[in-house]
């Protein structure tokens, strides 16, 4: 301790210069105390510890400092902090404000810390002064910022509050009353002196005396009073004995009112949490960046099949299916890298008794204040059931697409035996009446019957065109002598260009191409059916069939010079303007291995491309 007071002429100005150091040693903080100048005139020990600290030397004199001169000076050098702090300890000197406070950070680049300045006005000696302390705060900062940490989901807020300094005799007189009294209690310094007793702010029965010879010090005591205006506070007090002279006693009192609230509030919160976790008909684990798992729900704990120990020594990755767990740290990634607030995926966990669960998952990120990554939140829901269900569905509907084909296969096999016999059979019948018809007419004498057999004969006619009609309608009768491109170019020249005056080309294949019947006969039906499609809805002019073969496909194209149409509208609305034959033909062409593409757009005609592997031959 250092002063530039006087020596003392009497014994009460000693008690008084006594006094004052004890005061300022019993703050926790760097203390010191300035003249009506604003020069130093006492500090305490931490004050001088703190210099040396920062590299001051240990002989510096810091007695008679002008320490607002010291402010100005650090002011000028781009110290904000120190010209508010000349600012506001001038104001305090002047009178214009009782006191004044003021928190700033100071940092080096490896640690940081944070401390709090408070100037307050005291007459001493006749004269004003001002008792000036900086306090380190950091731990509070932190606890505030660890606080904020770990409550951004619930926004809790603490205080820092002002501690309130008492000095009392053994039966708890007041011989010091801190000037910011009021800060706390509502009181001014005057009506706290008319209380006489401390027990008028802190009650009865705050520590055992006993207890406070033994041990010298008695902390954070807590304690709940009213102030002025009867609002509640809670209090923590620490209760000290000093050597100043028999029987003296220093109370520091704190305000935890806002933090006790805090603290029961961030217990009803974490209560509803955990109520919350526990319960949810939904697994919840906790993830750390590495894939630890750090907390989980039961209902997690079931749907994987593993104990809460077993599965917090473990990491996600360690249970995960390997063919879903790149795309599973492909989105944690993005999470990471802020490229999404979430994902959602179905993927696979191994249980513990070697089964594979389908989950449902949905995972976010929460970062801590500083906008580090701190933990994955991650949602399981159990779709194993849902997924053998659809499993039997789509093995269920494998069958019946199977069958369909089987179907179609059947159908166009039987379409080509009519077909055959209509041709070969019935057709050669008519023909042959026909021709005995003929004979007959010209060997009758008869005008009545050979008016009769004119009828007959027309009669045949007409039966052999339909049959004729009938045949190509069911499919070619020469598909399978002539083979594919044969018999689509005189369906083309027959059906099309003959029947409905369309001009037609037919480009063939420039090598030998080998298709079996069944291929053969859905490829001539569908591109039936294209070509009826132009004839019925193109409005064409021209159609052109080209068949070609490229590598290990036939590939047949049907180009029409038509009016066009939306592929996409016609495949959301496949009955619009008579064109589900389209779905048919892809299905045809699906079950063959093949596919059917078209090319087209209103008013620039349309190309349907039909490609079939020549596997199927």
């Not at 008679?64 to 120190?82: I, N």
């Not at 849902?386 to 039987?414: D, G, I, N, P």
């Not at 068949?547 to 149409?565: S, T, Y």
Request: charged share 25%; glycine share 6%.
């Amino acid at each position: 301790m250092e002063t530039t007071e006087s020596k003392p002429t009497d014994k009460a100005s000693k008690e008084s210069t006594e006094l004052l150091r004890a005061i300022l040693d019993s703050y926790p903080g760097n203390g010191a105390i300035l003249d009506h100048r604003g020069h130093i005139s006492l500090v305490n020990q931490n004050w001088i510890d703190f210099g040396r600290t920062n590299g001051l030397d240990e002989h510096w004199q810091w007695i008679g400092l002008d320490y607002l001169k010291f402010c100005r000076d650090a002011a000028k050098f781009g110290s904000e902090v120190a010209g508010e702090a000349c600012n506001g300890i001038t104001a305090v000197l002047d009178g214009q404000a009782p006191y004044f406070e003021h928190e700033y950070p100071c940092h080096s680049p490896r640690e940081r810390h944070w401390f709090q300045m408070r100037a307050s006005a005291v007459t001493y000696a006749g004269r004003r002064r001002v008792i000036v302390i900086h306090q380190n705060i950091t731990h509070q900062k932190q606890a505030e910022e660890a606080l904020r940490e770990s409550e951004e989901l619930h926004r809790l807020t603490l205080s820092y509050i002002s501690d309130a300094v008492f000095i009392t005799d053994a039966a708890g007189v007041f011989t010091f009353i801190c000037p910011n009294v009021d800060f706390i209690f509502g009181y001014s310094h005057s009506e706290v002196q008319t209380f006489g007793n401390i027990a008028a702010l802190l009650g009865d029965g705050l520590f055992d005396p006993n207890t406070l010879e033994t041990l010298g010090e008695i902390p954070n005591i807590e304690r709940r009073v009213w102030d002025k205006a009867g609002r509640e506070h809670d209090l923590l007090v620490t209760v000290k004995r000093i050597a100043l002279k028999a029987g003296t006693i220093l109370y520091t009192c704190r305000d935890i009112t806002e933090r006790k609230r805090a603290e029961q509030k961030g217990r009803e919160i974490e209560a509803r949490f955990r109520a919350t976790f526990e319960q949810a008909a939904v697994g919840i684990a906790h993830v750390a960046p590495d894939g630890r798992f750090l907390r989980l729900n039961q209902r997690f704990c079931n749907i994987v099949g593993g104990s809460y120990d077993d599965l917090v020594a473990r990491t996600f990755q360690d249970i995960t299916h390997p063919d879903d767990l790149a795309a599973d740290l492909a989105h944690m990634r993005q999470l990471l890298a802020g490229e999404a607030e979430t994902f959602t995926m179905e993927k696979r966990y191994f249980r513990k008794d070697g089964e594979i669960v389908w989950a449902n998952l949905t995972v976010s990120l929460l970062r801590q204040a500083t906008g580090e990554p701190d933990y994955f939140i991650s949602v399981v829901e159990d779709i194993t059931q849902r997924k053998q269900v659809e499993a039997q569905l789509q093995a269920y509907q494998s069958k019946l697409k199977l069958l369909a084909a089987e179907l179609t296969l059947a159908e166009e096999r039987e379409r080509r035996r009519i077909a055959a016999e209509l041709h070969d059979e019935v057709g050669q019948m008519l023909t042959s009446a026909g021709i005995q018809t003929a004979l007959a007419i010209k060997t009758t004498s008869e005008t009545k019957v050979a008016s009769i057999l004119h009828d007959v004969a027309h009669t045949i006619t007409q039966a052999i065109e339909e049959i004729h009609d009938m045949v190509f309608d069911l499919s070619s009768p020469l598909l399978d002598d002539i083979g594919l491109a044969a018999a689509l170019a005189e369906w083309l020249v027959e059906q099309v260009e003959k029947k409905h005056g369309l001009q037609t080309e037919f480009i063939g294949p420039d090598q030998k191409m080998v298709l079996n019947e069944d291929v053969q006969a859905i490829l001539f039906r569908n591109v039936r059916e294209l070509l009826t499609n132009v004839i019925k809805h193109a409005q064409a002019s021209k159609v052109t069939v080209r068949v070609e073969k490229a590598d290990d496909k036939a590939i047949v194209v049907v180009e029409d010079d038509g009016r066009g149409f939306d592929p996409l509208a016609v495949s959301t609305a496949p009955d619009r303007e008579g064109r589900f034959g389209l779905f048919n033909i892809r299905e045809r062409m699906a079950d063959l291995g093949g596919m059917l593409e078209i090319i087209s757009e209103p008013g620039h005609g349309c190309i349907a491309i039909l490609t079939v592997p020549l596997s199927n031959r």
